[in-house]
């Protein structure tokens, strides 16, 4: 209510200048109510932002200013065999070299990493990292937009660069994340992001991505725990108003881009700028693809259907039933952004590993695909996603590509990313073994050549707690640390 306050004043004043006026007033008046209540705002306001936006002293890498050589470790390229006994150079951010016995330049900076592992980054393919921190406090929520058609939103500048939930993710090699916008039909467009910056501007790495829509349900519901909350008419009437919106949307936003086309001619009458519809412009292009979120048969064949009549390019996100439909998946090229494995089946009657065997049936199918984790506070455990996947038939190499390479292909990046190549960017990370196996430790993070602070809350945490232990044990059994009670 604060917030909502404060940021929408009817006269247009900037919000300071309100907060000013109103505490004027106060004081003009012989009450201090306003000047109390402003300051209790400020208060609360400052709490909120002191509890979500420390980031544990972290600051951004600064570019790379010299050649670095990672020397004698274990190279994964991904889209090659791996190297034993190897050296990776890289220099302004890129790749410059990779391989045995190569030359290092004399100023490069050279870490020791024998018996060591080196891979090109996780790519986190459907995220809100950067959008929303704390579910329960709003103001550190900023992830949707009133209103049903909203092709104009971009999630980019809305990512707040000092979430903790970015370092956390980081951490365990996931240096790349898609940051996708929610809300009703149509979101608005995504943004990957390099997982360190002072701005968003300084973290976007490709933007737009890809408009997000997501697709009405298909089915009607007729029960639960609670029962059905609307009707089977109302089901079917909302199914039918929410197609209807978006069929009409694109076909405005087709309009829209012809009669901004028609400008060019001599003659030709101008058309008042639209941000709704200009942003829909490169998806009807082909230039980026629809990011359409459907898990069930009905929802996926439809998407399928209306993408190939309106003739976008077409990414099918979530897709829980896409192996009930792999083959027309792959007959259409359609790839899809599975997510997640770490979950339960979607129906009761069906096999307890379904969401774990699906990956193996979609690589059997030819169905182009990456492993995505849907939930905001575990996208650290994306590469646990990819290893249960290969525990339940996925080939091992399919399943480090399910999160690299593939993903990077998906969204259209894998010409800088995704694998480790000379030309790409140096966008990579140093292990102890096998990222897929838990016990693995991250050891370095290099976003663009830049060395990245590797602290989060978790360690931070962990610290400190491990400090409370470790006196209670020097003060004897039982015994409290210092100023406790």
Request: glycine share 8%; proline share 5%; charged share 20%.
């Amino acid at each position: 209510m604060l917030q909502h306050t404060f940021s929408n004043a009817s006269n247009g004043q900037p919000r300071r200048l309100v907060a000013q006026a109103s505490c004027l007033h106060g004081l003009q008046t012989g009450s201090l109510r306003y000047v109390i209540l402003f300051a209790i705002a400020m208060l609360v306001l400052i709490t909120v932002k002191s509890s979500y936006s420390q980031n544990y002293g972290q600051i951004p890498a600064t570019p790379q200013a010299q050649p670095v050589a990672l020397i004698g470790a274990t190279v994964h390229p991904v889209s090659a065999a791996p190297i034993a006994n190897a050296t990776v150079v890289f220099d302004q951010g890129k790749i410059v070299a990779l391989g045995q016995n190569i030359a290092i330049p004399s100023n490069a900076r050279r870490i020791d990493a024998k018996g060591k592992h080196v891979y090109p980054s996780l790519i986190a393919a459907n995220t809100t990292l950067g959008l929303i921190e704390i579910g329960a406090v709003r103001a550190t929520n900023d992830m949707s937009e009133t209103g049903a058609i909203n092709p104009n939103v971009r999630a980019e500048v809305a990512v707040n660069p000092d979430g903790e939930m970015i370092p956390v993710t980081r951490s365990n090699g996931v240096a790349l994340a898609v940051s996708v916008p929610q809300g009703e039909i149509i979101s608005g467009t995504s943004a990957l992001l390099m997982l360190d910056g002072w701005t968003w501007e300084q973290m976007t790495m490709k933007a737009p991505l890809g408009m997000q829509v997501n697709w009405p349900n298909m089915t009607l519901r007729r029960g639960g725990f609670f029962g059905p909350q609307q009707s089977e008419e109302e089901q079917r009437k909302q199914m039918e108003e929410n197609l209807k919106q978006l069929k009409e949307a694109f076909a405005a936003g087709r309009a829209y881009m012809k009669a901004k086309e028609a400008e060019a001619q001599k003659g030709a009458a101008y058309h008042e700028t639209d941000a709704r519809w200009d942003a829909m412009i490169p998806v009807l292009k082909k230039e980026i693809p629809v990011f359409v979120s459907a898990n069930e048969v009905k929802q996926i064949q439809a998407a399928v259907q209306w993408a190939e009549d309106e003739n976008l390019r077409l990414v099918i996100v979530g897709g829980r039933d896409s192996w009930r439909v792999a083959r027309l998946l792959k007959e259409k090229n359609v790839a899809v952004v599975y997510g997640q494995v770490h979950d339960l089946p979607s129906r009761a009657w069906e096999a307890y590993d379904t969401p774990f065997t699906t990956p193996k049936k979609l690589h059997e199918a030819g169905v182009k695909f990456c492993l995505a984790n849907f939930d905001n506070s575990n996208v650290r455990n994306l590469p646990y996603e990819a290893a249960t996947a290969s525990a339940y038939g996925l080939p091992k190499e399919e399943a480090l590509k399910s999160i690299t390479l593939h993903a990077a292909e998906i969204l259209g990046v894998d010409d800088r990313v995704g694998s480790l190549a000379v030309g790409k960017d140096a966008t990579l990370f140093i292990t102890t073994g096998d990222p897929l196996e838990i016990t693995t430790q991250v050891e370095r993070v290099f976003i663009q050549g830049r060395d990245i602070d590797l602290g989060d809350k978790h360690k931070a945490l962990y610290r400190k707690y491990s400090e409370k232990y470790r006196q209670l044990e020097n003060a004897g059994s039982g015994a409290k640390p210092a100023g406790t009670n």
